[in-house]
């Protein structure tokens, strides 16, 4: 039953990064009801649990050689997949716009706060 709970924490959790996201990120559009924005961030925790350690992975020595900076570009590597996936999955399609005036700086800050939402998150589900 715990890991139910902690599935719905982090469900609740990206939903709110991403509001929060779209709110004071100017660049950063999320155009979704309530239902599409929980199920996007049901898919960015699937793609937080299965490929961030692999692209970590991959870029580990980007990552070691900036002093752990480079996760950065592994959380906006993860965000231009889902705006992939919300532009080319028929239901969600355009739910998520990074418009191309300051595309890295909308990208950058975008990733900043959904890393620090999804740190709290993980210190919030932490096992005792």
């Given at each position: 039953m715990r890991w139910l709970f902690k599935?719905?924490?982090i469900i609740?959790?990206?939903?709110?990064?991403?509001?929060?996201v779209n709110h004071y990120v100017s660049g950063f559009?999320?155009?979704?009801?309530?239902?599409?924005?929980?199920?996007?961030?049901?898919?960015?925790?699937?793609?937080?649990?299965?490929l961030k350690p692999i692209l970590t992975?991959?870029?580990?020595p980007i990552i070691i050689?900036?002093?752990?900076?480079?996760?950065?570009?592994?959380?906006?590597?993860i965000l231009l997949i889902l705006q992939f996936l919300s532009?080319?999955?028929a239901f969600l399609h355009g739910s998520i716009?990074?418009?191309?005036q300051n595309y890295i700086l909308t990208l950058i800050c975008a990733t900043l706060i959904l890393s620090a939402v999804n740190f709290v998150i993980h210190l919030a589900t932490k096992p005792n």
């Open positions: 599935i719905i924490i609740a959790g990206n939903a709110f990064g991403l509001w929060l559009v999320v155009s979704a009801t309530l239902p599409k924005l929980i199920l996007i961030a049901l898919i960015l925790a699937v793609l937080n649990a299965v992975l991959i870029f580990g050689l900036t002093l752990g900076l480079g996760i950065i570009v592994v959380n906006a590597a532009d080319n999955l716009i990074i418009q191309q």
